[in-house]
């Protein structure tokens, strides 16, 4: 079964600055989707940004972008000029033909 | 335009009591999904639907039942409430499969605890 793996349970970071949350996942796949979601204290989920498994180029929406390393199955997400409505709990996820998986979560904080 | 939503929003079930969870969404959307969170971990599948009358089981089916009897509307049933069923279930919808990355939209989620 494929697995999401999220090493950092908290991270914190001051308003403004640049925050990276770090994701691996381990698959046998060759196509596959890979999502950021962010769930702020309200808990409603919402979609960050998505990556195509077969696009080498790094996804990127405003403020956020990934690193997606392929070969390292390697899927981190930047957060630019961080806004203390960043707060929230960050979730990677995947998804292909069989399977969709979440990783446990990174709680940010951004402090003023 | 509502998006998902889910009622109730808090629950708390003695062991053995049986209990739906709603879920509607307004988008039109084919798929819909119900997922559960426990503490500390991600989002768990339990089961989903591709479409009125065609539900499939996740990765946690196990003590749930649903049905889908209307594009907009995907209950949840636990029969026999169990403490292992306390969590957070959150309901979900896309346009289409999840499984071709497909964006999910999420409703605000249920807390359900069972003592």
């Known amino acids: 079964a494929q697995t999401v793996t999220q090493s950092q349970p908290e991270m914190s970071v001051q308003e403004a600055e640049t925050v990276t949350l770090s994701c691996t996942y381990d698959t046998s796949e060759s196509n596959y989707y890979l999502f950021w979601y962010k769930q702020p204290p309200s808990r409603q989920m919402i979609l960050v940004i998505r990556q195509e498994a077969y696009k080498q180029q790094n996804a990127t929406e405003n403020r956020f972008s990934v690193n997606f390393q392929k070969a390292a199955k390697s899927f981190s997400l930047k957060i630019s000029d961080s806004q203390l409505g960043d707060t929230a709990m960050y979730f990677c996820a995947f998804t292909n033909n069989n399977d969709m998986r979440f990783g446990a979560g990174t709680r940010l904080t951004v402090k003023p | 335009n509502a998006g998902v939503t889910q009622t109730p929003k808090f629950r708390i079930l003695k062991i053995g009591q049986s209990m739906t969870l709603q879920c509607t969404q307004d988008m039109n959307h084919n798929y819909m999904y119900w997922y559960r969170q426990d503490p500390g971990m991600g989002l768990k599948l339990i089961y989903y639907?591709?479409?009125?009358?065609?539900?499939d089981k996740g990765e946690v089916p196990n003590g749930y039942n649903v049905s889908r009897s209307t594009t907009e509307d995907f209950p949840l049933r636990l029969e026999l409430a169990a403490p292992s069923q306390t969590s957070v279930y959150f309901c979900?919808?896309?346009?289409?499969?999840?499984?071709?990355?497909?964006?999910?939209?999420f409703g605000p989620g249920t807390r359900l605890l069972v003592l």
């Open positions: 639907s591709v479409g009125a009358g065609i539900t």
């Open positions: 979900a919808s896309s346009f289409t499969a999840y499984k071709k990355g497909e964006t999910q939209y």
